[in-house]
């Protein structure tokens, strides 16, 4: 989800260990270096081949980039590939490979016949995995593709390894996220809006959230937020942290939602060192 941002710098990650066995994370990035984003493999994702799976009865469009284990990229509220920060995803395909994907309705994939919600969204990335050749993946999720991979990993359980929810909420209907509610309902009102905005748009309206189903989340999760996220406030994803076993919580501090587009080594590398550790619960 794409919203206007003021100039920042790069402080200090924070750790929260919200059950027991986390361990310490990946050194912070000092505000006065230069990002070390050129120890990783140069990589375009407007120049990498769009391919297409069908499945759900849709043909979804994806990329894939990097080799060995899988991770599933889910974009957010508005996004299509061509927006996901190559820096971000060539960190992550340094150690895995990665997919990432188009929504129905959005960039190059297919629009359905079915009213789009989330679930149906987390059944089709479900799909997708399973169109590619795997049983499970990875899943790593930003804004309304955090709540995508929430309904991907409550729904469909064994599709999912370990999961990452970048700017995450467990509901829109909560006092914290007003501002997104609000950008939301405008969105889904506004007959201009391609109508594959406004069936995300749509979708997250109808959506229930998953506040009473996060105890049931048996997955090692990795939230990570801005403590300048105004759209989903840090704090959601604290509460959150709190009700999933299991879960590490990581706060960049001074950045905003999906801050990975202003810090994508930091938040790339921090992944990467989730998804690696050994012990866990």
């Not at 969204?121 to 997708?128: E, G, M, P, Q, V």
């Not at 995450?168 to 506004?190: G, K």
Request: with cysteine.
């Amino acid at each position: 989800m794409t919203f206007p941002t003021h100039a920042i710098i790069i402080a200090a990650i924070i750790l929260l260990c919200c059950t027991p066995g986390c361990i310490s994370a990946p050194p912070a990035l000092s505000p006065n270096k230069a990002s070390p984003a050129t120890e990783y493999p140069s990589l375009s994702i407007h120049a990498t081949p769009v391919q297409y799976a069908d499945v759900s009865g849709v043909r979804l469009a994806y990329r894939e980039f990097g080799s060995g284990e899988p991770l599933l990229v889910i974009v957010g509220f508005g996004a299509t590939m061509e927006q996901a920060n190559d820096t971000a995803i060539s960190v992550l395909a340094s150690k895995y490979h990665v997919f990432l994907y188009d929504h129905r309705g959005m960039g190059h994939s297919s629009t359905g016949n079915e009213t789009p919600t989330l679930p149906l969204y987390a059944d089709d990335a479900a799909s997708l995995i399973t169109a590619l050749g795997y049983e499970s993946m990875h899943v790593y999720g930003t804004s309304m593709g955090s709540f995508i991979a929430q309904e991907l990993a409550l729904n469909h359980p064994n599709r999912v390894r370990r999961m990452i929810l970048d700017s995450s909420a467990c509901s829109i209907r909560v006092p914290e996220t007003q501002f997104l509610l609000d950008y939301v309902e405008s969105v889904a009102a506004d007959t201009a809006s391609p109508p594959g905005l406004r069936d995300e748009a749509r979708a997250m309206l109808a959506w229930n959230g998953t506040k009473d189903r996060l105890p049931a989340m048996d997955k090692d999760v990795l939230l990570v937020v801005g403590t300048e996220d105004t759209i989903t406030p840090a704090v959601l994803s604290y509460q959150m942290a709190g009700q999933i076993n299991g879960s590490w919580l990581v706060r960049f501090a001074g950045l905003p939602h999906a801050g990975g587009d202003l810090a994508p080594v930091a938040y790339g590398r921090t992944a990467v060192h989730f998804l690696e550790t050994d012990a866990f619960r």
